[in-house]
């Protein structure tokens, strides 16, 4: 028979079977002993115990006697009985999945009380008079706590047989595996559905002791800012549940040594030797009882991306781990928070009420006080805040779906903190300067404002502030510490990270986060502009051939100016340009007004300009007549475009600019659409590169048609490069229209049927299955091809690991997503080498190249 | 050098070397000279001449060397001289193609005239008095007639030195090779642009040499019935081209045995000789001189579909070629001629006129008098009938458009028939009855009735009758020929053959038809009927679930209905349906007056249903929420489908009608939807079956999303059956909305981007890979798998052939393509046979599997 109940200090040495098999706190808790550090003797209820309750809704075989022995042990351990009148064992029950999932599970403090144990608890430390009456009052504390409890968590009346109380929580904690919340957070977070929780079964330490007693949570560093600072919080006479609840607000840590500092001096030391000997920061929970120091829990801290960033490159510097496990410490997707604009510091905006910097970042948007109300709010697209008393799990749909979350009570550790931190959302808390009323809808500051719902605000989440009104950003700014770490990463990387930019600006931005290129310049994006337009229009309703050229002659002035700037921004590096992609229908107006405005401008009565906008209308624009069959149509528009790239490359190259042009055609599905404007770019750009033959340009194509993958050897042959557009990709493969899919791919996830949503996170096995295809038949018939990625994935660590693994030599984001994409790439050439059979190189070598 | 000038009688054997080389023309003039068949002497110029003049714009090198020689050695066969003045050597240019193209090229005639040689002309067989009146009336038609063609052809001034005049017409027949019109035709019959044509250089004879001469074409059997009879026209006294422009009406050829008896004789000699040698009908041209007869062009005869089905089988029958011979004579693209509906006979609408029964079928449209303006009617889906007075190669586009052709000159052979014939279209042509008046665009019939352009007349091309009005159509009946080619065609197939039907009656006419069961059941057509839409709208609009369920229980019992029907008309073969697939905001209205009335009988506002209405409304539909993700969002609707199709079965089991339903679930792109769908409909299903045990059903997926291809093998593993949407997956694998893409896969194809209409014919290299893929993957995984299309790539020849080689089960298309689909599948399998390498069959045993 599986053994499935082990005691502290005794479960197995590995620590991923450890986690797999006892939860992440069962195994804390396990190593803890094994370390020698104070824990309170108990045993954890393996995972397998909870799958198999979960499936077969009935305890496995021969739990029930393990469990049996294993209070007797506790017992003797402890010299108390479990239910005894008298000398009553107590015990804490508490879920632990080998994931963290803060407030998603449940726990039972002082199990085991009943009317007579209860009494005997008092007894048993009782002398007389104030004594005695502080005793009573700690266990009638305790038997209330632990009434409350049961009840909120199993539900009903609470037995007075121990027995039945452990039975029906260790039930309970099985149960709440399930809860919608619980699935919530595990599909926010992608943790897989079927890894079940442990069960930790401890012997009850009382930080509710009296004065001499205190509970608190801690971390190793600072988990906001990653100082390297002890850092946390306690509640003198307190259970532990009253700190993360957020119901009293918690006093820092340093005072601790003021007021208890023996218990202090040794939490200190334990500190230190546990983030030691886990080599991470570690996040851990405390009881002192009656001067004696307990932990109960230690785990690798969650920590902000900035505070992610400082420990992993100061704990390399510091040679507690390499440079390689410094990068693989950090989350990229983390990093986007490091990267999101901050606010304008002299923005001027009344700053009507201070909290806690729970989690940075700012957040702008309306006030709402029901996370219902937020989450239905991001339906239709508009920014929220949510404002809360305090939040629970409850709340996790709706602070998701806002842009910041500000609470009135609570602290750092607070559920809303914790959790903000970890959906990477920029929190407010513990704002004790306002008063929230949720039936009347409106908070009040304490000079009296009322903001009610409907409101705009903005939080600094960074600093504290709430700011009245919406308050204008600045851009993220990379700090030392991130600079190092993603020079770090380029070191490993194999993939090379280029940038999407289509102006200038972002071409200046994206080299500041490091970009190695323009891996897509979308010319469209320049004839939206509010003066452009007007002359795009002009283009598209031109009577005849002469009347377009005169139209796009004069866009011909401005995209050269644009290329020009671009190249400079990017000077040295590649730039990949790509032709006029969009539907012509799309640049006309749709609303009345709009039509009779143009329709004048163009000596066209109403009708005739709405009869030919309807004309122009497609079915499925998604898969109309764009991108290169607009080309074959309209030659001279790839003319005109083709020759605003070259005579800007000219001029930069003139000034002694190093200029590397790629022109991309976009939609092909055919070679012959390739060759055929290949032809025409080849031509034009040739002309004008007559008296410039020191530059070189290549042309290249989109691959974005589902029939270009499968004839990609063909346009391999022609081509100098390929860029996957798996938005348009995923769009055809799947058959999804990103526009309209939105209606079900929630419920396809939630439905199991899809894992990701395939527009965020690459399909490996259809579309990517389609990507493998073509690096083969491309390469093995141009082994120079060169080929890359710009679509939306381009910026998705787990879809830039699946590039890199593909063979493609690079991948292009947003400028902001650039750092996240080196870091990604680099961690996909770790786990490469990781997994990679290399038998003539030995460990040192390895060594060598992570450049420990 | 490569020799590039044949005599006649002198070019390769081989029939295709050949034909390649001398063009269908020239081909013949040589075949017929090796048969001792009296023919003109000449030489043809090869086509790779023509292809390297196209290339260079120069002749070959050796060309004009070769060509003097060639003339030399004509001249002393004849006794004449090219350009003597006294005795002039007359040749004929003319065109000649691998590919028969009539009307398309040009041809010369009486080439070596001028002002010196006509004279010389009239003089070589002049007599005096009223002979020599005749012969110089003679020598000068035979001027006129040439400077009109060569101005026509050639252009400009006629030079008077013959040299000259030779090496300007051998030009122009090789620029007539790029007309617009020429390229027209070979893209509307899909003939390659690169084959070139030959120039076939002839010793003139003269049918316009007085009352002994005499010129005409023939077919050895009847083109338009097959019937087993010498069949032609002839003009006494005129050149060739009289006969082929319309201008004179011909005499039957039976005329000709009265008046030229002799010449008569030889010519059914040489008919029957041409028969028996090619074992095919030929269509012949000639001449006789002065009472000789020679013959100037032999080929096979184009034919109406009728007679194509006649001429295989009565030959078969015969014994000249065997049954599969019979079959691969057939063009399965002209059976559709067949099958369209004739005219009902007891229509009682006016006869206005009669013309020749050019090409069968009907036709009903809006006269127009001008090819622009059927064109341009096409454009718009308007059905229009092209009258004129005679037709041109100029009006090949206006003629594909038209629904029919109605000319008031010209015989059976005049271009309007020939045309029309080829195309397949119906053609009422030399309707003596009336007086076109292109200029005030109407025709007078000879009893006075004027009908003007935009009134609506109907052709019978198959009696000759032009009906004014609309006239209804009954159905299309196969004679016993069709039904015996179709029978043996059966014998050889490897793929079934079933049919695309939605109600019973479509399902019978299948089954009239030879279908083998039902393809592709297509459920929502039955909700678009009149009493069900707005049952249909209750159940979209129902306001919860139970409302839902309401509305789709009415429509379960129509539903049942149907499927019943359906089942019996196809006892015994297997029913595929296709449950519900298009977007549920495809029933609901678009028209404000519409969304009224539904907002009043569902109880909404006109505001909240139209809003509603919007919200539904999604910009690429084709890629939206639609197929089985319909059935993810409501099972209920599966659940519904699935009860009805069982009922309905169980219905007509115990009525002992054998029924195997195969449910067909849409749009799979994943594993998971298929198995959850699966899960479904089996519940449900074996619910209602466990008392009818003996019923078996399968379920299966269409294959239409390209990533159910990618993931074909998983699949395959839970599938029983895969059917090809070859209409979506086109969609989505070229990127092409089929709605949208009209606007430029015709320029694609006037481009060469695009070789077929992929939506006709299926693009073999990329959708036809996935195919291949799917195949294979899906039967490596489940060898069981049965694999069928359901695209209108289904009654295609060219796809059938493809869906062949891939190893498909079974094609399905619509109930009329049913005999073209069979055809077409036995031409496959014995395109196969051929290609096969059968080590082990001697050829004897091939004849035995022939079944000759």
């Known amino acids: 028979m599986q053994k499935l109940i082990y005691f502290f200090g005794e479960g197995p040495r590995n620590p991923t079977e450890r986690s797999d098999l006892l939860g992440g706190k069962g195994a804390g808790l396990n190593e803890m002993t094994c370390l020698g550090i104070p824990v309170p003797p108990g045993f954890t209820i393996a995972t397998a115990a909870c799958r198999e309750f979960l499936e077969t809704n009935a305890w496995p075989k021969g739990l029930e006697e393990e469990l049996k022995e294993a209070i007797k042990r506790l017992e003797k351990i402890m010299g108390r009985t479990f239910g005894h009148a008298k000398n009553p064992l107590l015990v804490s029950v508490r879920s632990g999945a ?20 209860t009494a005997g608890l008092a007894r048993l ?32 009346a609470v037995p007075q047989n121990p027995w039945e109380q452990l039975k029906m ?55 906001s800012t990653g100082e390297k600072k002890f850092f946390g919080e306690f509640l003198m006479n307190a259970q532990g549940e009253d700190v993360v609840a957020g119901i009293r607000t918690p006093e820092p840590i340093e005072q601790l040594a003021k007021m208890l500092p023996k218990a202090y001096a040794s939490l200190m030391e334990v500190q230190k030797k546990l983030e030691g000997h886990f080599s991470d920061m570690q996040d851990i929970e405390f009881t002192i009882e009656e001067g004696k120091l307990y932990l109960l829990q230690t785990r690798t801290g969650k920590r902000t991306a900035h505070a992610a960033v400082k420990i992993a490159v100061d704990m390399a510097k510091e040679g507690m781990i390499s ?77 998701h779906a806002a842009q910041g979350i500000l609470t009135a009570t609570g602290g750092m550790t607070s559920h809303a903190a914790v959790v903000a931190r970890g959906m990477n959302k920029c929190c407010v808390a513990g704002c004790g300067d306002i008063v929230v009323n949720l039936k009347a809808e409106k908070f009040v500051t304490k000079d009296g404002r009322e903001v009610r719902a409907g409101d705009v605000i903005t939080l600094n989440g960074t600093t504290g502030e709430v700011v009245l009104g919406a308050v204008a950003t600045v851009p993220a700014r990379i700090d030392d510490d991130f600079k190092t770490l993603l020079m770090w990463a380029d070191e490993f990387s194999d993939l090379e990270v280029r940038a999407n930019a289509d102006t200038p600006h972002d071409a200046a931005v994206a080299i500041d986060f490091g970009a190695r290129g323009v891996g897509l310049c979308r010319t469209e994006h320049m ?17 005849d051939r002469e009347a377009r050229i005169r139209a796009l002659d004069k866009l011909e002035v401005m995209q050269t100016n644009d290329f020009y700037g671009i190249f400079k921004a990017m000077e040295g590096y590649p730039v990949t340009i790509r032709l006029l992609d969009p539907p012509l ?14 329709a004048q401008t163009a000596g066209l009565t109403y009708e005739q300009l709405r009869d030919l906008i309807e004309s122009m209308t497609e079915v499925n624009p ?34 002694g600019i190093e200029t590397h042009p790629e022109i991309m055609i976009p939609l092909v599905g055919t070679v012959e659409e390739f060759t055929i404007i290949r032809d025409d770019i080849k031509r034009v750009a040739d002309e004008i590169l007559l008296p410039t033959p020191n530059l070189s340009y290549k042309i290249g194509t989109m691959i974005e048609i589902p029939r270009a993958c499968l004839v990609a050897s063909k346009i391999a042959g022609e081509a100098e ?66 080929i890359g990625v710009c679509g939306e994935h381009g910026g998705d660590p787990k879809s830039i690991a699946f590039f890199h693994s593909a063979g493609l030599n690079y991948v292009s984001c947003s400028p902001y997503r650039v750092p996240v994409a080196r870091l990604a790439a680099a961690q996909a050439a770790l786990l490469d080498m990781e997994t990679e059979i290399i038998p003539d190189v030995t460990v040192t070598e390895i060594k060598v190249k992570e450049k420990v």
């Open 98 to 117: 080998k994931v963290s999932m803060p407030g998603m599970m449940e726990t039972i403090l002082n199990l085991g009380l009943n009317d007579e144990t």
């Open 125 to 156: 430390k009782s002398g007389s008079g104030k004594a005695c009456l502080a005793a009573t009052t700690f266990a009638d504390d305790c038997y209330r706590r632990f009434k409350e409890m049961f009840t909120h968590v199993v539900g009903g």
């Open 169 to 223: 929580a260790i039930d309970a904690v099985f149960h709440s595996w399930n809860t919608p919340r619980a699935k919530t957070y595990r599909r926010i977070h992608s943790i897989p559905e079927d890894l079940g929780t442990a069960v930790n079964i401890q012997v009850m330490v009382f930080g509710n002791r009296g004065e001499k007693s205190a509970t608190g949570v801690a971390f190793t560093r600072s988990p």
């Open 323 to 399: 440079r390689a496990d410094a990068i693989r410490r950090v989350n990229p997707l983390l990093l986007d928070q490091l990267l999101h604009p901050a606010l304008d510091p002299d923005h001027g905006k009344p700053v009507i009420a201070r909290g806690l910097p729970a989690s940075p970042g700012a957040g702008c948007g309306k006030v709402v006080f029901e996370s219902r109300k937020a989450f239905e709010a991001a339906q239709t697209g508009e920014k929220v805040i949510l404002v809360r008393k305090e939040t629970s799990p409850d709340d996790i749909d709706g602070m």
């Open 527 to 543: 004839f939206f502009e509010l003066d452009r337009i007007p002359v795009m229009q002009e283009m598209i309703l031109s009577k």
């Open 585 to 598: 229908h799309e640049f006309l107006p749709r609303k009345k007004q709009d039509i009779e405005a143009l």
């Open 622 to 655: 998604m898969l109309g007549h764009r991108g290169c069959r607009l080309m074959v149509t309209y030659p001279e528009i790839t003319e005109m475009q083709t020759r605003a790239i070259m005579n800007a490359a000219v001029k930069a190259m003139s000034e």
């Open 721 to 786: 490069f390929f860029s996957f557009g798996t938005n348009d990709l995923t769009q055809m493969t799947y058959g999804y229209s990103r526009d309209d899919a939105g209606r079900f791919i929630q419920q396809y996830r939630a439905a199991g049927i899809l894992k990701d949503d395939p527009f965020m996170t690459i399909d490996q096995e259809g579309v990517g299955e389609l990507v493998r295809m073509t690096v083969q038949a491309g390469r093995g018939e141009n082994s120079m091809l060169k």
